[in-house]
């Protein structure tokens, strides 16, 4: 077993995996899945004109596979709020986590179901990361990190130890939050940010030190 799957609360019951999503994202996670052999069964798009990605074959709709084939899901798509939809439509099905090869991560950390970890992220001692988020490629997130579900922290973030961010937050390119602070729900942090206070809910942030440029507007679901 490797040190990914000792860490995750649920265990892996299907070895063949499809994504839920064909774009850009779904390709850095088929990279994800092959680091540990996993066996990739195809993917799910209404929304895209190709009928395979490399060599993979893309159906249009969940139901195509539902009955005949038993496989686990990651929804492959980069955007938090489509993501939580598409998790809150797709009721009994198994997702499961990924994280590649390279990525390392303690012991004490836990990581729910349908998470993406990248390439060469840490994920340090008892931070816990909820469901459907994406850490992108080099993340750093250190110890007693709270996450919540469908954050997307992209390439070479960096938290702080005890940092929270709430539901739904996109943490961009490059961007540094200090030791403690709280980030609210649905926020934006621009790339290459840096967060030194507590950040309310819907905000957009941006500079160094960050400031807040707007609000987004909070929809339904959210
Ligand atoms: C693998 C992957 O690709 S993962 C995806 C990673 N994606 C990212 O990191 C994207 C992060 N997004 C950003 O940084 C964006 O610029 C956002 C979301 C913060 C703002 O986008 P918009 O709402 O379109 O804002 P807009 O471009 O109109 O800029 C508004 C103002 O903020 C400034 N601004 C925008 N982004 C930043 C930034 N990251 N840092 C500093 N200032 C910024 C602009 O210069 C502009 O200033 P002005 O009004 O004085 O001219």
């Known amino acids: 077993m490797d040190q990914y799957h000792k860490n995750s609360k649920k265990k892996m019951l299907n070895a063949e995996v499809c994504l839920y999503g064909a774009g850009g994202h779904a390709k850095v996670v088929i990279d994800v899945l092959k680091s540990t052999n996993k066996k990739i069964i195809g993917l799910i798009d209404d929304n895209v004109s190709n009928s395979s990605l490399w060599g993979y074959p893309i159906y249009r709709s969940i139901k195509d596979l539902r009955s005949t084939i038993d496989y686990s899901l990651i929804i492959s798509i980069g955007n938090n709020q489509v993501r939580k939809r598409i998790a809150e439509n797709l009721t009994g099905l198994f997702f499961i986590n990924a994280a590649h090869i390279s990525a390392a991560l303690s012991d004490s950390c836990i990581v729910k179901e349908g998470t993406?970890?990248?390439?060469?992220?840490?994920?340090?001692?008892?931070?816990?990361?909820?469901?459907?988020?994406?850490?992108?490629?080099?993340?750093s997130i250190d110890h007693d990190c709270i996450i919540e579900d469908f954050v997307h922290l992209s390439p070479n973030v960096a938290l702080s130890g005890k940092v929270y961010v709430g539901e739904g937050?996109?943490?961009?390119?490059?961007?540094?939050?200090?030791?403690?602070?709280?980030?609210?729900?649905?926020?934006?942090?621009?790339a290459g940010t840096v967060i030194i206070r507590d950040i309310p809910d819907y905000a957009i942030v941006v500079g160094n030190p960050g400031k807040i440029i707007n609000f987004s507007k909070p929809n339904t679901s959210q």
Not at 119 to 131: F, L, M, Q, T, Y
Not at 169 to 190: L, M, Q
Request: cysteine-free.
């Open 169 to 190: 937050t996109h943490i961009g390119t490059g961007a540094s939050v200090i030791p403690e602070v709280k980030i609210g729900r649905w926020t934006t942090i621009g």
């Open 116 to 139: 993406v970890i990248m390439p060469n992220v840490s994920v340090n001692a008892d931070a816990k990361i909820g469901r459907h988020v994406i850490l992108n490629t080099n993340s």
